[in-house]
């Protein structure tokens, strides 16, 4: 099976950088997405990473390290609208997604 | 294009009811999935179609039913709704190894009473 960790809550700052973990145990996968999510809202995809390191991808980047089991996604220069759920999940064999429980970012004024 | 589309939003059922939420998508997509979302505990996966005539079962797939007669549609039907069923339902579809991975419809919201 898949174990996947996510923080259950953070709360940042307008303007600051944060930084959202997600390690996971698994016995292998092809890659990690990761989902933006608002309350009341469907998923949206944000960033996907196969190989390790660091994906690009204006104020959001993912990173990635097989060999540890994690990943992170890193937000810049926050805006009140990046208020919302973060979904780590890993894609598995037959194309199936598996999501860690989300972490719920509160950015305040 | 619409995307993948979810029918009703929201829903009210007695206990002991059956009904079927219905989903449709619009991108050829052969990979259909229906996922619940509880407080605390991510999406998990129901049921999931790898083509038209072919589904299996995920990792909550008890107390829910699941065909795909057509590549387009996916209903997920509750058989006999219990107040555990209390969820949010999101249905997604996906082309093989895209890399945007899953879009998801925008969801029910599914009250048991």
């Known amino acids: 099976g898949q174990n996947i960790d996510q923080p259950t809550e953070m709360t940042a700052t307008e303007g600051a950088i944060v930084q959202i973990n997600c390690t996971y145990q698994?016995?292998?996968?092809?890659?990690l997405f990761w989902y933006q999510q608002h309350a009341g809202e469907a998923p949206t995809f944000l960033s996907y990473n196969v190989l390790d390191g660091l994906e690009e991808k204006g104020r959001f980047s993912s990173f990635l390290s097989r060999s540890k089991g994690y990943s992170y996604l890193l937000l810049k220069e926050l805006q009140m609208k990046d208020s919302a759920s973060y979904l780590c999940?890993?894609?598995?064999?037959?194309?199936?997604?598996?999501f860690g429980g989300g972490t719920r970012l509160m950015v305040k004024p | 294009n619409a995307g993948v589309t979810q029918t009703p939003k929201f829903q009210v059922l007695k206990t002991g009811q059956s009904m079927t939420l219905q989903c449709a998508q619009d991108?050829?997509?052969?990979?259909m999935s229906w996922y619940r979302q509880d407080p605390g505990m991510g999406l998990r996966l129901i049921h999931y179609s790898v083509g038209a005539g072919i589904t299996d079962q995920g990792e909550v797939p008890n107390g829910y039913n699941v065909s795909r007669s057509t590549t387009e549609d996916f209903p997920l039907r509750l058989l006999s709704a219990a107040p555990s069923q209390t969820s949010v339902y999101f249905c997604?579809?996906?082309?093989?190894?895209?890399?945007?991975?899953?879009?998801f419809g925008s969801g029910t919201r599914l009250t048991v009473v």
């Open positions: 997604a579809s996906s082309s093989y190894g895209d890399r945007h991975g899953y879009t």
């Open positions: 991108m050829n997509h052969e990979y």
């Open positions: 698994t016995s292998g996968f092809n890659g």
């Open positions: 999940a890993l894609w598995g064999a037959g194309n199936m997604l598996t």
